[in-house]
């Protein structure tokens, strides 16, 4: 069966620092790969996705993510992390079928972010 | 990105008790999702709903869960009779028909007592 892994439970950053956040997913064909992030009291909001061709995908608030094939990961980056960042980290992967019309997302446990001043 | 409004936000009820869960999309879209987060726990898929009919559903959706699009535009999920164990988050999603970018509402929390 497909899963996602989040090894990270919880991360602590100073602003300002570099940022990574691990996923590794099992999938044998290539993946749909997202990132979603969830603030306090809100919904899951897409940060970015990964399809097909590019390995490193930019997405909003200045994150980005790079699709690694031999390594199975897709591992969520950000090169200074600001206060307003902290919030709970979802990565997910389309379930086999995903890109025709059907196709669920399977979510990994989440990493939450702090960030220090 | 586009919206999806649920309600409400917080719904608190007894045990044995029946629950509906409400989400409108604000376009027109034809596959709809829920989710569910235990506390704690991570994001589950629940039941999807293609064309006015489930298409896929996890081994969680059992009986007690049902799902329908009453009125064109609400999309409803209800349990029946609630357990202590259905407390948690519900996330309901759809997908843009142009790509295969799911979008989530801000979830309903549901606590059984």
């Known amino acids: 069966a497909q899963s996602v892994t989040q090894p990270d439970i919880h991360i602590t950053v100073s602003e300002g620092a570099s940022l990574e956040l691990r996923c590794n997913y099992s999938?044998?064909?290539?993946?749909?790969l997202f990132w979603y992030v969830q603030s306090p009291g809100q919904g899951l909001q897409l940060l970015l996705k990964?399809?097909?061709?590019?390995?490193l995908v930019q997405g909003i608030k200045g994150f980005e993510a790079e699709f690694k094939r031999s390594q199975s990961s897709f591992n969520l980056r950000k090169p200074s992390v600001h206060w307003s960042d902290a919030a709970e980290y979802f990565c997910?992967?389309?379930?086999?079928?995903?890109?025709?019309?059907?196709?669920?997302?399977?979510f990994g446990k989440g990493t939450k972010l702090s960030v220090k001043p | 990105e586009p919206e999806v409004t649920q309600t409400p936000s917080h719904q608190v009820t007894q045990m044995g008790q029946e629950v509906i869960l409400r989400c409108v999309p604000i376009?027109?879209?034809?596959?709809f999702y829920w989710y569910r987060q235990i506390l704690g726990q991570k994001v589950e898929f629940l039941v999807s709903f293609y064309n006015n009919e489930i298409s896929e559903k996890s081994e969680i959706f059992d009986d007690q869960f049902s799902v329908e699009r009453p009125d064109g535009s609400n999309f409803t999920l209800k349990i029946r009779s609630t357990k202590l164990e259905d407390s948690a988050m519900y996330f309901c999603?759809?997908?843009?028909?142009?790509?295969?970018?799911?979008?989530f509402g801000a979830g309903t929390r549901l606590s059984v007592l």
């Open positions: 990964y399809f097909s061709g590019d390995t």
């Open positions: 999938y044998g064909a290539t993946p749909y």
């Open positions: 997910a992967v389309g379930e086999k079928g995903y890109g025709g019309s059907q196709g669920n997302l399977i």
């Open positions: 376009s027109n879209h034809l596959y």
């Open positions: 999603a759809f997908r843009d028909r142009r790509n295969a970018i799911q979008y």
